[in-house]
Each structure stands twice: as structure tokens, then as C-alpha cells.
């Protein structure tokens, strides 16, 4: 289990640079917040891209540079067919979690539809990786490194968006921000899909705020920049798309 005391007392008293587990996105929000409060240390977040999820960090006493520093990652691509058998990012994890590895041990899974994924690793869990997994669902599969010129993600969009509701409501302001109807956007909060400030909320009432950010994985991030109450006391929004 991952201590954030344990590694600033490590980079502190052996005066280098420590490297973290890969942190899901509430725990790195939690640990940059206590970072930026240290005069004596400070960190750079890396997930082997700018909009990855979940990152590790590179911690060292504040007089070191973290420039060069970034934690060390591998790529990996699982291969299968899963034309007839389509498998979700739970289910990729599923697999990777019976083949040995920890949840700090791999970050952003990148599904790659019938072709199988990619998944983003410390590099000395590579090897525990190829020899345990064997089968995704029903879909036998090989997993072999990749070089990150072959990374599936598109470079980082931002798109600024506005729209007119007549509530704050979270399936109503999603479904305008990520262009999909309400009641899709309804489905995907009741199974547990949307994030609000990385936290699950399943209740589509759930009201927003300026600053709140809405996360869908695989389909990027929205984040409510302003809200302004119009002549016909509807709900003008702001937002601004990642992805």
C-alpha cells in the first residue's frame, strides 16, 4: 500500500528522486494538494500521456529538477480477437489483475475495439504481465511491448462549449457538454461511469457547479468554467471539453 508520507521522508533523506505507484485520479488529486502545501518538496505527475487518468509521480527535495524526471513507463499491447466477444475496461482489468499485478502496478487500459488494448505499465511488471496473461473474457491473448510511437490516443483537444439548460442537473449539462442524449448520458451515471471531481456519483439530479469537473471514461472530461443565470431564469454554462 502506497504511503505519500513514506515516499517525501525517502526523497528527503536520500536526497534523490522517488517514484510512485501509479495513483488513480482522486488519490493524485489528494497527494498534489498535500504537495503543493511542502516548501521542502515538490512532484511531477506522469501517465505516458497529457490526459492519462491515473499517473505516477516523481518526488525529490524542490532543490532537485524534475524536468528529466519523469517516471519511468512501459507500453504494452494485449492482442486478441474480440469481434464476437467485446471486452470492456473492467474486463481488461479483471485480466490483468489475475495475471499478478496490482492496481499501482499498470495506469489508463486504451481499448482498442476488436484488436484488444493497450495498457500502460511500471516497466518491471512487463515481464509478470506476458507470462500471466493468457485470456480476456473468453478471448485467448498475447501481450507484448510496443514502442510509444504506437500509442492509440489522440493529441490533447480542448473545445469550449456553451449551452442553455433549465437546471444544473448532472445528465442534463453532461449530455449537452459530451453530445449525447439524456437519457444515455441518464444509463451511463446509474452504472457508475461518470465522475464528478473523480468521485462516482450515480444520481443523474446531482446539481453542478462552476469549477466541478465530469469525467467519462473514454470519452475525455468537462469542465464547468461559468454559469450565468439568463433573462428567462435558465442556466447559461460555460464548459470546456478535454479529450
Known sequence: MFD??????????????????????DRLV?????????????????GGYP??????????????????QRPPLALVRIT?????????????????????LDEGDYGDVILLG??????????????????????????PVTAESCPWSELAVAPLQVK????????????AVASAGFGV?????????????????WQIVQQPRHLLKVNDLIAIRGKGRLRIQD??????ERYRIQMERIR
Open 4 to 25: 505519500l508520507g513514506t515516499a517525501l521522508d525517502r526523497a528527503i533523506k536520500t536526497w534523490s528522486v522517488v517514484h510512485t505507484p501509479f495513483l488513480s485520479p
Open 227 to 232: 454559469i450565468q443565470i439568463t433573462k428567462k
Open 160 to 171: 469550449s462549449l456553451s449551452t442553455v439548460e433549465a437546471s444544473l442537473r448532472l445528465d
Open 80 to 100: 486478441g480477437n474480440f469481434l464476437f466477444d467485446p471486452a470492456t475496461y473492467t474486463d481488461f482489468e479483471q485480466a490483468i489483475a489475475t495475471a499478478g
Open 181 to 197: 442524449s439524456r437519457s444515455k448520458m441518464s444509463e451511463w451515471i446509474s452504472q457508475g461511469l461518470v465522475r464528478v471531481n
Open 30 to 46: 489528494q497527494a498534489l494538494s498535500t504537495l503543493e502545501q511542502r516548501v521542502d518538496v515538490h512532484a511531477l505527475a506522469w
Open 114 to 139: 476488436e484488436r484488444g488494448a493497450q495498457v500502460i505499465l511500471i516497466p518491471e511488471k512487463v515481464p509478470t504481465l506476458q507470462q500471466g496473461l493468457k485470456q480476456v473474457r473468453s478471448v
Open 51 to 68: 490526459q492519462a487518468e491515473r499517473s505516477r509521480l516523481a518526488i525529490a527535495p524542490r532543490e532537485l529538477n524534475l524536468e528529466e
